[in-house]
């Protein structure tokens, strides 16, 4: 079992910046991935930018050269530093991650972006 507690959702003004952060029960190196995805309302849930245990990232289209993914493995948590947001944002952002224990996908509970025009 992984439980994932994301923070640093919120209102922000078209152009801002907001980091979200996302903590880990167990050691994100047991993790053979990790993400975030986003689900604005009426849509389906979207791959916004993951991260392999190797290292290797991938990014949405819409987000490439805005949002950055990384994190701390001291702090068992993974980061995405938002940039120039634009209101298309706009949706509730998940933590994901693929723990190799159990072979299995887990989610954090998801928290708000909001951005205004």
């Known amino acids: 079992q992984v439980q994932l507690v994301e923070s640093g959702g919120g209102l922000v003004q078209a152009g801002g910046s907001l980091r979200l952060s996302c903590a880990a029960s167990?050691?994100?190196?047991?993790?053979?991935?990790m993400g975030w995805y986003r689900q604005a309302l009426g849509k389906q849930r979207e791959l916004v930018a993951a991260?392999?245990?190797?290292?290797?990232?991938n990014y949405a289209d819409s987000v490439k050269g805005r949002f950055t993914i990384s994190t701390d493995n001291a702090k068992n948590t993974v980061y995405l530093q938002m940039n120039s947001l634009k209101p298309e944002d706009t949706a509730v952002y998940y933590c994901?991650?693929?723990?190799?224990?159990?072979?299995?996908?887990?989610w954090g509970q998801g928290t708000q972006v909001t951005v205004s025009s």
């Open positions: 994901n991650s693929f723990y190799s224990g159990t072979r299995s996908d887990y």
């Open positions: 167990r050691s994100i190196f047991s993790m053979r991935r």
């Open positions: 991260i392999t245990s190797g290292g290797t990232t």
